[in-house]
């Protein structure tokens, strides 16, 4: 099982359970081949007995279901610690994989745990309380009434501001996703892993739903938090989307999603946010994992949704889709089964903020090492080295703690602490509660910074 310390550098950690493979995805056709023309694309991911993850590395044909993608299961809170030969009981009992929601055929994502329950503002027109806009030329004055309940006119507002994206790789290995215009200087929004294959000798191109194609430039991009921000004269004359705030949603309110999946540009469905904060991961320590305290929603994703708008009723983003759950067994559907993920909203305008203003992101680090899974699953993170002159030491963090809530949000393992810790920035203070031979203590820890 693979560890990550809060540096991101991987730290093995090996079970007695051997892994399992799991099912071929389906490719979907680089940009002008005939969209019936799908193959199967052979998956090599290493799995865990958890039912949960792995991660497309470009999510490309190339690398159809990642390249020795691992799992990090995160247990749901309360839940004593898994078996991992049993399906987590918060889940129907059915395998489950995670899949990134990128045209070319997607790998898997995951992990999932508990929801924190989240209180009273009610749906839309949230705009003005969205943070991280700071120093940011993004709208976030609602476009529609608050009181608008209608999806056509959601639809009317967003879908010309939505793109379809393609990256085409130096090695012919293309994947199509989804990205919308965020500034009026041209910036847009998409998911690293839908371009990632393109940004080494490749090109990326977009299609605004007038039917107009161009090429882009790569500002940056995030591995960490799986958001590249993209540039052209061209997005400029388009109208750029508004901000809402994430996390002001209430779990049952309206939302839309728009994209392009299974290659199908301009897409509209729509459904509710069924929870939120839930800690997502996506990859392996070796390969770049991505780490999410995602917005979960019922609206159908599909592969080719991949950062494409999650939207409230007013009018305003609210997340950018990342990933969908999909069901295992024989016919190996990779299709939506109700359960998407997308990015929260505060999360892209701080990372697409640093990225356009520097050209590269950062994210919070204790400098601590942290067991993903292992026995101690389900309890808490447990802190297997702590670094010389990092913040954890600095706080008087030991080998043999284990953290098991971060500000009084409770973690059940090392992957959902990185979530907690990666929704807070660099420099952040933040309470970590600690059993330390069996007592409970407290400690205050300011936050250190990484590149990526």
Known sequence: MTGRDAEGE???????????STRPLASYPAPGADPAARHEAPRDDDTQDFPLLGRAHGDVPK????????????????????????????????????????????????????????DDDGGSGRGSQVGGTEGLDVDTSP??????????????????????????????????????????????ITNNHVIESAVDGGTVEVQATDGRKFEVEVVGRSPV??????RADEAREMAPVSFGSADDLVVGEGVVAIGSP???AATVTAGIVSAKNRPVTTGNADDGASYINAVQTDAAINPGNSGGP???????????????????GISGSGGSIGVGFAIPSEQVLRTAGQIIADGEATYPVIGAQVQVGGE????????????????????GLVEGDVVTAVNGQV??????????????????????????????????????????
Do not use: C
């Open 225 to 230: 938090y799986d958001i590249a921000v993209l």
């Open 63 to 118: 690398h159809a279901a990642g390249s020795g993608s691992g799992l990090l299961p995160v247990a749901p809170a309360g839940a004593t610690r898994a078996r991992r030969t049993a399906v987590p009981g918060w889940l129907i009992p059915t395998v489950v994989l995670l899949a990134l929601v990128v045209g070319a055929g997607g790998g898997a994502l995951g992990g999932m745990a508990y929801q924190t329950s989240r």
């Open 10 to 20: 991987p730290r093995e950690h090996h079970d007695e359970h051997p892994s399992e």
């Open 310 to 328: 999650l939207v409230d009723l007013a009018g305003q983003v609210v997340g950018v889709n990342s990933a969908i759950a999909t069901t295992g």
């Open 376 to 395: 101690g699953a389900g309890e808490g993170a447990l802190v297997d080295e702590v670094n010389e002159g990092s913040p954890a030491e600095d706080a």
């Open 143 to 188: 476009p529609l009434d608050e009181d608008n309940t209608s999806v056509a006119a959601v639809a009317s507002e967003l879908l010309p501001s939505t793109l379809q994206v393609f990256a085409l790789s130096e090695d012919g290995d293309d994947a199509t996703g989804s990205g919308f215009v965020f500034d009026t200087e041209g910036h847009i």
């Open 411 to 452: 973690v059940t393992g090392g992957a959902e602490l990185i979530v907690a810790l990666r929704s807070y920035a660099p420099g952040d203070e933040v309470e970590l509660t600690v059993l330390r031979d069996g007592d409970e203590r407290t400690v205050e820890i300011v936050l250190g910074e990484q590149t990526g």
């Open 262 to 264: 299974l290659g199908l």
